[in-house]
């Protein structure tokens, strides 16, 4: 019985491969693929938009307007930002 009980707790606690440990790793684990998932999702975005953009002469312009703001010679440029939450 004393030698059942030692090798639980060892187990338990003092192990390499203690089951607190293997729990702590399982979630790093599934947080690790969840992100690995984002990031092929945004691979695959930025792939679609890179052959958009090597395509088709109004996607760069386009490209340009929104992310970079740039606008014609003969254009003004307005910038409208939604009103922050205070409460």
Known sequence: MLT???FVIWMFFFDPKDI???IERKQKLNELQESERHLDEMITNAEKELQLLKNDAQSIEKYAREKYMMKKDNEDLFI??????TE
């Open 80 to 85: 409208v930002t939604p009103p922050s939450k």
């Open 4 to 6: 059942g009980s030692f």
């Open 20 to 22: 607190p440990s293997g």
